[in-house]
């Protein structure tokens, strides 16, 4: 626990004008980012008594190891440096709202040529309209198999729809009338663009209008006596209002707005929002918080507003924000939201009327909301909780091991060496913190050192070592050694992850706060195997100088737990939370490690001689394949002739007939009926992309090969 005065900047060093400030640990850290629009006032209010403090703020104050701010001229800056930075840095000291689900949304990709009506989840993409969050996917595709009758846009894959126009035949939806079918040119591209044109209108609430043109359609057909064609239009205006009564009227003036409510106790807080469209509450989602700092109700409303809209902009940030409480100061953040926007936004507490009331509606469900988590995590806390007290007893630890670190050695037969490390913090799963190891062994190839068998314990060594020297570089090149200490290794960056670039530990890491491969030690070490693997997990520790790190085994047999020095495991009940979430971190490690291991074999076997030609990319090496049906063919071929592909200059032509000429030619193709050497048959590849050679091979191996794979 620091001293906050050890670090305390003196009053006359701190600038009086708005900035931002962030909070660094002792391992450099970011944990807290805050604003200010008087960085010296606020900063004051720190470095005061602890006594005075909010147990949480004594909490950062204590774990922090320094402070450090940047200023900038409005608050408004300040407001959108402090977002980019919690976004960036990932402070735990801040308020972070948690979604406990990926909500889908109804998109139209208004970016392709042929708009398509799909359910997205995650990131918003450029040139797509969403609609919604909705609670449920299953609701979306309700509503949009209502209006396909009336906006018969197309909804299948790229997939499908190539091989629609390849055939000329259209999907099932094209042949019940769900479907204007642009695959087989039925509609042109333009004609179909204005019916998702049309699609999108209606689901952005402007239903009056389309409405009432189509009424007057289907008087038009009656009064003409097509008959047929007015029953049909018919049709369409009862489905269009079966998915209008999907959503209620909430608000009669067709306001658009969103509305954002906070329920909170002294742990944690829960926002509700409801997005309201042409008066229509188009959409919902939730959040949950923990209060990791002493804040209002206007300031989680704030933080609220800027993970709700820190990556919209345009329409998605209505006119209109009805809020419980306002942010204090106001006026930057309706600023910044005028900004998202591009016009003026509202930003305001509803006093009476219908607004009132469905803001009190809105409460209730951020109240249950609350509820509800509270109820889900109690058991969930308490169990890891219980969990980790179980591990330190039955390991003899000081403390329960709050990060825990699994490594896993898995390889076929001894091709293919591979590690892994997972990582489990406060008993749940860090996956931005997982790492993978290619086994460099003596030889610095991925196979085992000798062909006498498996050598999980000699990787496990390696595996340990490099671990750990990178931890040792990181924490020598952040000063964190006493004078005249001892450094027990070298700067070199050892343990890189792959694809990590050669050079000095500077080279590879920034002093800017994020988290940093390898740069945090646990306080519990599991590896997976027996008494020899956590012998040689504990010597790689020795030899390196760390000893406050513990280390055990988990061996699958028996489930028993391993200590160093120890001639008998340590066995934990059947029934034990502790032994559980061991199991859970062992299992975790391996699953990652054989699903790498499998990707590197996958792409091994896919291999061919154009991999190995430099600055040969897929869509080239394609081009190759398909111009001329084979490799064979393609190493028979000229200079001149290559340089007839596309794309193929003579130089690189020149390189592929060298590499092809260098390359051993590959085996006669052999019929496995008859024992028929098939020379003469040439059949390409299929075609791949660039995601298909990341693809692991299915999880099935041979009968003879399986129990093989580690």
């Known amino acids: 626990m620091a001293d906050p005065s050890s670090y305390r900047p003196k009053p006359g060093d701190i600038p ?111 040139g797509v309209r969403y609609f919604g969050p909705y ?54 591209a333009e004609e179909h663009r204005e019916l998702a044109e049309d699609f999108s209108d209606f689901m952005a609430g402007r239903t009056g209008t389309y409405l009432r043109r189509l009424e007057k359609q289907m008087t038009e057909a009656a009064e003409e006596m097509e008959y047929e064609r007015a029953a049909r239009l018919r049709d369409d205006i009862e489905a269009l209002k079966k998915a209008m009564e999907k959503n209620a009227v909430v608000l009669a003036d067709a306001t658009d707005a969103d509305l954002v409510a906070v329920a909170e106790d002294e742990l944690e807080a829960a926002v509700q929002i409801f ?110 909780s219980r969990a980790l007290e179980e591990i330190a007893e039955a390991l003899d630890l000081d403390s329960a091991p709050l990060r825990i670190e699994c490594y896993d050695i898995s390889h076929l037969q001894g091709d293919d060496v591979v590690a892994s490390m997972v990582v489990f913090e406060d008993g749940l799963q860090r996956k931005s913190e997982y790492r993978r190891f290619q086994i460099k062994g003596r030889a610095g190839d991925t196979r085992l050192w000798h062909g006498e068998g498996q050598d999980d314990v000699r990787s496990m060594h390696e595996v340990i070592t490099r671990r750990f020297k990178r931890y040792l570089a990181e924490k020598e090149r952040t000063g964190e050694w006493a004078d005249g200490e001892d450094v027990p290794v070298d700067g070199s960056p050892d343990g890189l992850p792959d694809g990590a670039p050669d050079g000095p530990v500077g080279a590879l890491v920034e002093d800017d706060g994020r988290p940093k491969r390898f740069a945090y030690p646990p306080q519990l070490v599991v590896v997976d195997g027996g008494q020899p693997q956590v012998a040689a997990a504990q010597r790689a520790l020795d030899e390196l100088g760390i000893d406050d790190i513990a280390v055990c085994g988990l061996a699958k047999r028996l489930e ?123 059949v390409a590849p299929p075609a791949t992309t660039a995601g298909d050679a990341e693809t692991p091979v299915p999880t099935s191996v041979p009968d003879d090969r399986r129990g093989q794979e580690t």
Not at 157 to 182: D, E, H, M, Q
């Open 135 to 188: 609670g449920h996917a299953w609701a979306i595709r309700d509503t949009v198999d209502l209006l396909l009758r009336v906006f018969p846009v197309r909804t299948c894959s790229a997939g499908v729809f190539k091989n629609a126009a390849r055939t000329g035949r259209p999907c099932l939806l094209g042949y019940i009338g769900k479907c204007s079918a642009p695959c087989v040119g039925r509609v042109s």
């Open 560 to 682: 028993e737990i391993w200590l160093p020095g120890e001639d008998d495991p340590v066995v934990l009940p059947r029934s034990s939370e502790g032994l559980y979430l061991l199991q859970r971190v062992r299992d975790e490690a391996h699953r990652f490690a054989i699903t790498y291991q499998r990707t590197r074999r996958a792409k091994r076997f896919r291999s061919g001689p154009l991999d190995e030609v430099p600055g040969l990319g897929e869509t080239r090496k394609q081009a190759l394949i398909k111009h001329f049906g084979s490799v064979k063919r393609l190493r028979s071929a000229t200079i001149d002739q290559i340089c007839g592909v596309p794309g193929i200059g003579r130089k690189t032509a020149e390189t592929i007939a060298a590499a092809l000429a260098q390359a051993a030619p590959a085996a006669p193709a052999v019929n496995t009926a008859t024992g028929e050497i098939m020379e003469d048959v040439e």
């Open 275 to 384: 997005h309201v469209r042409g008066g229509r509450v188009r959409g919902q989602r939730g959040w949950v918080t923990d209060k990791v700092e002493d804040v209002t109700t206007g300031a989680l409303v704030e933080h609220a507003l800027q993970q709700l809209y820190g990556e919209e902009s345009g329409d998605a940030v209505p006119k209109e924000v009805l809020v419980p409480a306002l942010p204090d100061p106001l006026e930057p953040v309706q600023e910044w939201l005028a900004k998202r926007r591009g016009s003026n936004v509202s930003l305001r507490i509803p006093q009476r009327g219908d607004k009132k009331a469905l803001m009190e509606t809105v409460q209730r469900n951020a109240q249950q909301g609350l509820v509800l988590h509270k109820t889900r995590r109690a058991s969930d806390l308490t169990t890891r």
């Open 16 to 126: 009086d004008c708005p900035g931002v400030y962030r909070f660094r640990d002792e391992h450099r850290r970011v944990i807290y980012v805050g604003k200010a629009k008087s960085l010296r006032q606020r900063l004051a209010n720190y470095f005061q008594d602890l006594a005075n403090l909010h147990p949480r703020t004594r909490s950062m104050v204590t774990t922090a190891a320094s402070v450090e701010w940047t200023v900038v001229s409005t608050e408004v800056e300040a407001l959108q440096l402090e977002y980019s930075w919690i976004k960036e840095f990932d402070p735990r000291f801040n308020v972070k709202y948690r979604d406990d689900k990926s909500y889908p949304y109804l998109a139209v990709t208004m970016n392709e040529e042929f708009p398509r009506v799909q359910v997205m989840r995650g990131h918003k993409k450029k």
